[in-house]
């Protein structure tokens, strides 16, 4: 199971940055844990000043010291704001494990670097920034952090002021990340007290077949490749879930936190889709693909308006194919 107890909350001053830190503020509360729930870093990037800018605003200002003299006020006027702005009280500032960090550049650039500095467990941004929603999914920054990002990235909506997560969908290739995607599940699960379900699609060969030309050309039985393949890929789900470590604690009746175990049809990020409709799902937990955003993690970031946690791994190389 994927312990959280240092979580990175990179922000800006949208609603969603605080339905993220507001979510990130629930983490880390499994039962093992007493109550101690995980350490928080605020980080906040200030776009640098353009020269052009700078020379019209401060004419005669001395490059050298009283450069840096501006920036540091920049920054202490930047934590000041944070504080206002999140209603950070006694109670939360206790829980940072240092004062916001606050640097000048492009927050993309920066928030691998934050990651490693504070030793995080997640990453938990605003799906979308202070320009809001639009379509084709996530921002550009939310976008390539979870695209680049070595730690799980939770990219969180803004529906609720404190977001309510009661269940939780695990979609899993059944590749070599698949483990890394049910161990943050399970954590998750027994942090935020929520159902887990987890599910696999069986891909049909016709899910590049857009114009359905090789469909007509090949003769192909999908019900009967369907029936084929099942029993193996339930089976082999069934071992990733028995592999999962889970604390005494967090188990249920029957010793997993895991509701159920789907298995369906046809092409993967539809079906995800479908799935977290009709189950009412709250979060969504996804594997990140090999070599940057997969094309289903790229298709449920888009189409899925639930929150996201994408998890990287090693290799989206299924297991059954050698």
Known sequence: MH?????????????????????????????????KRAHLQLAHAVEAMPPYIRS????????GEDDRRFEAEIVESVRAELRHYFEIDDE???????EPAVEFGFGKEWIERWAGQFDVEMIVVGAFGKQGVFTGGPGSTSRRVA???S????????????????????????????KEVLDVAVGLAADLGAE???MHVIASPFVDDARGLVKRCVAVDEAEIEE???????????????????????????????????????????????????????LVVIGRGRDGLGRTASAVMADVPRHLVVVPGDSSKSLLSG
């Open 3 to 35: 312990k959280i107890e240092q979580i990175l909350v990179p922000v800006d001053f949208s609603s969603f940055s605080r339905s993220a830190l507001a979510f990130a503020r629930q983490l880390g509360n499994s039962p093992e844990k007493m109550g």
């Open 56 to 63: 019209v605003l401060f004419p005669y200002a001395a490059l």
């Open 92 to 98: 939360l500032a206790e829980r940072f494990v240092d």
């Open 147 to 149: 695209a680049t990002a």
């Open 151 to 178: 730690k799980p990235v939770a990219l969180v909506r803004d529906y609720d002021p404190v977001p309510t997560i009661a269940r939780i969908l695990a979609a899993v290739d059944l590749g070599t990340d698949t």
């Open 196 to 198: 887990l379900e987890i």
């Open 228 to 282: 084929q393949v099942r029993p193996s890929l339930t089976a082999l789900m069934q071992e990733f879930v028995d592999e999962i470590e889970i604390p005494f604690s967090a188990q249920t009746g029957d010793g997993a936190p895991i509701e159920k175990q789907l298995m369906r049809y046809g092409e993967p990020a539809r079906e995800i889709a479908e799935e977290v409709q009709q189950g009412e799902f709250d």
